[in-house]
């Protein structure tokens, strides 16, 4: 009987047109299409790359060329000088408002995506269609720039600090709340059905449930969500002439570049700083 089974199996194999590979046998042809597939879809992309350049007549021998040029400039211009250092006084300051700016958009953008983020969620939400309210509201305030927003609310609020505030302050909550959505969706479903069965209210289930469950989530991405800001807020502070953009701003259209560059220097020192904090409280966190 084996032997009539493997006699078939060799049949049907010959009418396939090819014969059957021992299990871990190599197999060249299968390297050989991994290969081709990968070529393809370099080439495909480099066809894109050159015909978009063509389009809007980029050329990208001559870029190349200038990278070293543009690269001397910077580092002749832009590095600080040490009258450059009496500009801290002014610049400190700034840095200041832009961080606090970009922490209370942050955090107050946290808060309330986390709530809304409970009640839209899938999981434990309270169901009806606020789950699709809410997601549509995170998406559409998600998808619009922070650029955008700026420029909107420059017609309402004018140049101030709460517009600046503002603009951070939608563009996070619309992220927040899908990253909120997803961390609390992704949750094990054991603990909230195990209160649900002792006859736990609906604040006690998040209370004793969700939150214990979501928090470093949570955090995590509140940290992230500051270091973008801060990031962020530099560019909005050149619409909003507020801030450590605004600053950058003033000095750049002066020509005084080596102050401009000293600004450059404290954000990106900020930045890095705020990063290492954010790595630290997700360790001990975590």
Not at 81 to 93: F, M, N, R, V, Y
Not at 223 to 229: D, L
């Amino acid at each position: 009987m084996t032997e009539r089974v493997l006699q078939s199996a060799g049949f049907l194999s010959r009418l396939r047109g090819r014969r059957a590979a021992p299990r871990g046998a190599y197999d060249p042809s299968f390297f050989l299409r991994r290969t081709a597939a990968v070529v393809g879809m370099a080439l495909v992309f480099v066809a894109l790359g050159a015909l978009s350049g063509t389009y809007v007549g980029f050329d990208f021998m001559q870029a190349i060329l200038d990278v070293p040029g543009g690269l001397v400039w910077m580092a002749t211009q832009f590095v600080p000088s040490l009258t450059s250092l009496q500009k801290l006084d002014t610049i400190l300051p700034a840095l200041g408002s832009t961080i606090l700016a970009s922490i209370a958009s942050s955090c107050t953008a946290a808060v309330l995506a986390y709530i809304c983020a409970v009640l839209g969620s899938r999981s434990v939400g309270v169901g009806g269609p606020f789950p699709l309210i809410v997601r549509a509201v995170a998406s559409l305030f998600r998808n619009i720039p922070v650029v955008a927003w700026a420029f909107i609310l420059l017609f309402s609020f004018k140049q101030s600090e709460f517009t600046g505030f503002f603009a951070l302050f939608l563009t996070s909550f619309g992220y927040l709340t899908r990253c909120f959505l997803e961390s609390i969706d992704e949750m094990s479903a054991g603990p909230v059905e195990a209160l649900r069965a002792s006859g736990a209210t609906y604040g006690q289930i998040v209370a004793q449930a969700v939150v214990p469950m979501s928090i470093t989530s949570v955090i995590s991405w509140v940290m992230y969500m500051i270091e973008t800001n801060i990031r962020d807020a530099t560019l909005i502070g050149l619409l909003t002439g507020t801030g450590i953009g605004f600053v950058f701003d003033v000095y750049y259209k002066s020509f005084r570049y080596d102050i401009a560059g000293l600004v450059i220097l404290s954000i990106v020192l900020v930045v890095i700083a705020c990063e290492l904090t954010s790595n630290f409280v997700r360790r001990k966190v975590i």
